[in-house]
Structure formats: structure tokens, C-alpha cells
């Protein structure tokens, strides 16, 4: 699991650790850096090093150092570097020395249009996790100049660190390379970022708990479950499907078939659509209600199962099953219309909720907003409940604060029925046991993965995501060490 931390938590360390280091040497191992990744960016995206012309983006901050002390690491390998200055008065001062002495050179702000449009390569180091706000015009004119590839400087300058939001004008990077630890940016708005890049500069024993929390390949595969020399059917978890209805059997089958697809133990599925599922995938134990589905080990409760009572009573026995419960789509719609039916959840039954923003804001009465970490989190406070936010970008909090970040791998998964390929992966991890947190989060992984390995360029269908999960989980795994 990799951690990501707040630009305070960030600052923090930075500073404790600035107490104990010779000064300038973290700026100039950061820096270094940021040169090394230029030089690897020159050479992909204009063929060579020596003899290409690099514009640094100055700030009136150590972003801006940063830059500048990369320009005079390029120097040494025959880059020409121009820095364009956007506060002289307030660059730093150690950085700028250094430049000069390397042979970079400054140009006033008004020449800074020309000697972007002739660059091979540009540097941001506009502002960094000081930032506050998007780009001001005059840097925004600047920026909307740039054909050429952009490096950001540990963040793409206009883009809030915490939150990722862009509210006006923004760098578009093609690589980030960041410090000491990842920021939310980095995972909260990674088509923002570009590739991005980590430089350790040591920060590591004094950042302490993560803010945010990703998974890597290894979690997901040591996670995903896997049947042993002693497990059958019933051992590794029963997951049960309350999903669909005579007019949208589509959900039932999606939900279900992620499930059949996730893991080798049973899947039950209760509701309208019983005929169509069993005719899709006879594996399955189908019948039409849940009231006489037999036992599982978690429910999925909701996509396609309508918001009347009918949908209502669904909901309200699976609650009270004593299993975990993932309620999606409709399920959300009745709890926000209808928050009494949660009474019927024991407080120590686990509950995973998954809206999208809409659902979110039927549920909480609030969209999430531009702080989304801050409202899953709200949102798993109040309902007690871990919950799971779809975008682009997944979150998932539990009642504890603590937040999971899934980074899209690009938008494919924007197709009617992914959500319930998701709600049916989850259900068959929560069945297997997992925690739910770990659970959401490790389905959200393999989601995001049967995504792109469906559409490998072009648009994939909801049936096409439910076609990759093993393949999906086949590179989680190989790429586990
Ligand atoms: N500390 C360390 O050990 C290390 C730190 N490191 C580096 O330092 C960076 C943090 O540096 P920092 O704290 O000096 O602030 P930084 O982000 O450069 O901003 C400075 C100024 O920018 C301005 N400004 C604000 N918003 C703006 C906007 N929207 N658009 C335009 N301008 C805006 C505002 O100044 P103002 O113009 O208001 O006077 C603000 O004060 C960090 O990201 C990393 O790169 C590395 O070297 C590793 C070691
Ligand atoms: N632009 C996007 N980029 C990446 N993932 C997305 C995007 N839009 C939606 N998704 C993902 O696709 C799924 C859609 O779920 P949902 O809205 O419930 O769809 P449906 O109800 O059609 O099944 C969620 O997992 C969400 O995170
Ligand atoms: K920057």
C-alpha cells in the first residue's frame, strides 16, 4: 500500500527534516531530479539532449528554486535554459545564482512568449504545494503558449494539491516529478499530472500516517481469493445478488456474472430477472425472491430493483441478515429517501454504500463537491458505513477516516452497467471475507483493469469489462512481486 499525504503533513515533515540537512541540499537533490527526468523527456520527445532549448516557469517560491537549480544541472549537459521569471523580485535567490553561473539565461517576462513557442522542453515550477487557487493571468498567459512537452515540478501549477480540483487556468503536464511523498493530485487529478515521477529525498520516518492510502498490484493480488486443497462451494464465501427486475434484467445479469467471474465460490441471485440469469449463466443458484434465497455470506443489494416497496422490503431483509451488505443504485436511492430502513441493520453488520455523485447527493443532500476526499469521508462518518464514491477517480472511506484512492486508468469504465459489474466484484470480495474497505478498494482495482484491458484504445462495453476480470486479475498478480 502506498501512502499519500496533505500538503500540511507534507510541509511538516519537510520542515523537520530541513532542521537536520545541510541547507539547499534538498532543493538540490529535488532538483536533481527534475533535471534527470528532463534530459530522459528531451531525448524521447526531440531526439537528443545537448543542444535543446529548455524554458523554466519561475514562481516567487522554492517550486521556483527547484527549477531553477534543474536549468543549471541542464546546463552542464548542453541544454540551453531560459528562465522566464514571473516575480524577479522574489526567485530564488540561490537557484537563480546558480543558473547564471551555469551560463542560463533570464528573459524578461514580455520575451517569455517567444522562447516558449521555440522550446523543446518546459519546466513548471510556477508554484508548487504552496499554491493556493488557479493560475493568475499573468502566468496563465504564459502557459497557454506552450506546445511543447511540460514537466511539472512536484505538481502541475493552477491545480489544487489536496483536492486535485481545477477551478481556471491549469498546467496540463506530461510528467510530474514529485518529492519525498506523493500529494492527492498526484492520484486525485492524474490526467493533470502526466506520468508521475517519485524522487526520495528522505522525507519517509517523518511523514507518519498517510492521508490517503493506494493500492498496489501485490495488495490486490495478496487480497483476491484464491480456492486451496481443502476449500468447496461454500467455504470461500457465498455471495448472494438482489439486483434486477422483469423490466431491467440487464443488472441482474451484470451484477451477478461479475461475481461468477470473481471468485470459484457460489453465487446466489434472488429477484425478477431469475429466468435470464440462469439462461446467462447456469452456474448460478437463481430464484425469485430473496426471502427464500438461502444463506450467503454477503448480499448485493440494489442495481436495477426499483425505489417502490418491493425494492424497499429487498433491502430491509438483506440488512438484517447479519452479512455484509453492498447496497448500490436503487438500494442508495431508498436509504436516502427512506433513512429508517437502516433500522433494520444490526450496528456491527458491515454496510458498504456505492453512489455516483447523483446518489451522493440524494444520500448526504450535498454533491460532493470539489473536496471529495472530504465528503466520502463525511459520508462514512455519518452513515457508519464504508463508502465507496465513483468518478473518475474512486474513493473509498471507512467510519475511521481512513481513504482509499483508485486512479483511473483513463475513462473507459463511463459505460451503462460498469456499476454493476463493480457492485457484483465487490459482493463476491465481501463474501470471501475481506474487510470492506479492502474489499471496495480491491474491486474498484480490478474494475478500473477490466477496463482498460476491454477497451485497449477503444470504447468498451459493460460486458466487455465483465469479460476482462480474470485477465484482470491475471496482471494484478503477475505484476506482484
Ligand atoms: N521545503 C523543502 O524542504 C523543499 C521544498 N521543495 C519545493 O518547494 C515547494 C514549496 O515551496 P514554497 O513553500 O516556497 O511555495 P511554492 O509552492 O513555490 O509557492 C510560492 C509562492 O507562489 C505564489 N503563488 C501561490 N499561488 C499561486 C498561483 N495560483 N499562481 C501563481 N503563483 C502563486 C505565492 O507567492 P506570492 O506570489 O503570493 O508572493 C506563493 O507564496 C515544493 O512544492 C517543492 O517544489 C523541494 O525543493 C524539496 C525541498
Ligand atoms: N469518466 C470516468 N472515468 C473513469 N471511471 C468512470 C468514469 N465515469 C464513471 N466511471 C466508473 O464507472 C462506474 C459507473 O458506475 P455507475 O454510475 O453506477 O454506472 P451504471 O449505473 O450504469 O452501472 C463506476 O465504477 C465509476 O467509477
Ligand atoms: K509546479
Known amino acids: 500500500m502506498r501512502g499519500i499525504w496533505t500538503t500540511d503533513h507534507v510541509r511538516q515533515a519537510e520542515d ?95 520575451d ?3 522562447w516558449i513557442e521555440n522550446a523543446d522542453l518546459v519546466v513548471d515550477g510556477i508554484v508548487g504545494i504552496s499554491a493556493k487557487g488557479p493560475l493568475r493571468p499573468d502566468a496563465a498567459e504564459l502557459v497557454e503558449r506552450v506546445t511543447a512537452p511540460v514537466l511539472a515540478v512536484d505538481l ?20 510530474t516529478v514529485t518529492f519525498g511523498a506523493l500529494k492527492p493530485v498526484h492520484v486525485l487529478n492524474p490526467e493533470r499530472c502526466g506520468e508521475v515521477v517519485f524522487v526520495d529525498i528522505g522525507l519517509g520516518d517523518e511523514l507518519g500516517e498517510p492521508d490517503l492510502r493506494r493500492l498496489d498490484a501485490a495488495d490486490v493480488a495478496a487480497a483476491w481469493p484464491m480456492p486451496g486443497p481443502s476449500d468447496n462451494k461454500y467455504s470461500q464465501g457465498v455471495t448472494g445478488v438482489a439486483a434486477g427486475s422483469a423490466a431491467y434484467p440487464g443488472a441482474a445479469v451484470l451484477a451477478a456474472a461479475a461475481a ?10 434472488a429477484g425478477h430477472a431469475a429466468d435470464v440469469v440462469r439462461w446467462h449463466w447456469p452456474e448460478v443458484v437463481a430464484t425469485g425472491s430473496i426471502f427464500d434465497a438461502g444463506r450467503v455470506q454477503a448480499w448485493v443489494v440494489g442495481p436495477g430493483i426499483g425505489t417502490g416497496s418491493a425494492g424497499r422490503d429487498v433491502l430491509v431483509h438483506a440488512l438484517g441478515q447479519g452479512v455484509p451488505v453492498c447496497a448500490d443504485a436503487d438500494a442508495i436511492t431508498i436509504i436516502a429517501e427512506r433513512p429508517e430502513v437502516l433500522d433494520a441493520r444490526d450496528p456491527d453488520t458491515p454496510l458498504l454504500l456505492t453512489p ?34 465513483k468518478g473518475h477517480s474512486t474513493l ?44 471496495a478498494g480491491v474491486a474498484a482495482d480490478i474494475h478500473a483493469r477490466a477496463g482498460e484491458l476491454a477497451a485497449r484504445g477503444v470504447p468498451a462495453s459493460a460486458s466487455g469489462v465483465l469479460a476482462a476480470i480474470p485477465d484482470a486479475v491475471r496482471q494484478a498478480r503477475s505484476l506482484a512481486p
Not at 161 to 170: F, H, K, S, Y
Not at 260 to 269: D, E, F, H, L, Q
Not at 378 to 383: L, Q
Open 356 to 389: 455516483h455523485d447523483g446518489e451522493f447527493e440524494r444520500l448526504t443532500g450535498k454533491a460532493p463537491g470539489p473536496d471529495r476526499v472530504a465528503a466520502v469521508r463525511e459520508a462514512a462518518r455519518r452513515f457508519d458505513a464504508v463508502v465507496l464514491l
Open 112 to 114: 517569455g512568449p517567444q
Open 16 to 110: 523537520r527534516l530541513l532542521a537536520v540537512t545541510p541547507e539547499g541540499a534538498l532543493m538540490r537533490r529535488a532538483a536533481h531530479g527534475v533535471a534527470v527526468h528532463a534530459a530522459r523527456m528531451l531525448a524521447e520527445h526531440a531526439g537528443s539532449v545537448s543542444g535543446r532549448r529548455v524554458v523554466l516557469l519561475v514562481g516567487a517560491g522554492n517550486n521556483g528554486g527547484d527549477a531553477l537549480w534543474a536549468g543549471a544541472f541542464l546546463r552542464k549537459r548542453g541544454v540551453g535554459v531560459a528562465a522566464v521569471l514571473l516575480k524577479p523580485e522574489k526567485a530564488h535567490p540561490q537557484g537563480l545564482a546558480a543558473l547564471c553561473r551555469a551560463g542560463g539565461r533570464v528573459v524578461p517576462l514580455a
Open 396 to 439: 473509498v472511506a471507512d467510519p475511521a477516516g481512513r481513504v482509499l484512492v483508485n486512479k483511473a486508468r483513463g475513462s473507459w469504465l463511463a459505460t451503462a452497467g460498469s456499476g454493476d459489474v463493480l457492485s457484483g466484484l465487490t459482493g463476491a470480495l465481501l463474501a470471501s471475507g475481506l474487510e470492506p474497505w479492502l474489499a
Open 156 to 175: 502541475p501549477s493552477g491545480v489544487e494539491p489536496d483536492t486535485g480540483a481545477v477551478d481556471g487556468a491549469a498546467v496540463a503536464a506530461t510528467a
Open 260 to 269: 461468477v467471474r470473481a471468485t470459484s465460490g457460489m453465487v446466489r441471485y
